[in-house]
């Protein structure tokens, strides 16, 4: 969820909910949760008083840089049993079915 937000920016809960693909009941919990711990904080939509804005706060930024760290830790003794131009292939590919996908359609909702 943190990557979420980050990516898109912060955004209403429906819309985070349509991006991870689960419904809004869900991201409710989640975000009592995220909320709970200090990683995200709600306000109020500018526009529409309905809605409930989610933003990082600058532990959740924190939280997700060292989810990252670990990834990448991860994925370089995963991949060091290719050599450097094998990898740089490997992640070209990749780059380039990423690109060719289609959006995965998630649930609507306001």
Known sequence: MLHAIFHAGPQPMSHVAARLQVSPRTVTDLVDGLEGDGYVMRSEHA?????TVL????????ALAE??????ADAGEFFAVLKPAERTALAELLDK???AAPPRPGPTSG
């Open 97 to 99: 079915v990423i690109a």
């Open 67 to 72: 989810a990252r760290r670990l990834r990448l």
């Open 47 to 51: 526009s529409d008083r309905r809605k």
């Open 55 to 62: 933003t990082l706060t600058t532990a959740g930024l924190e």
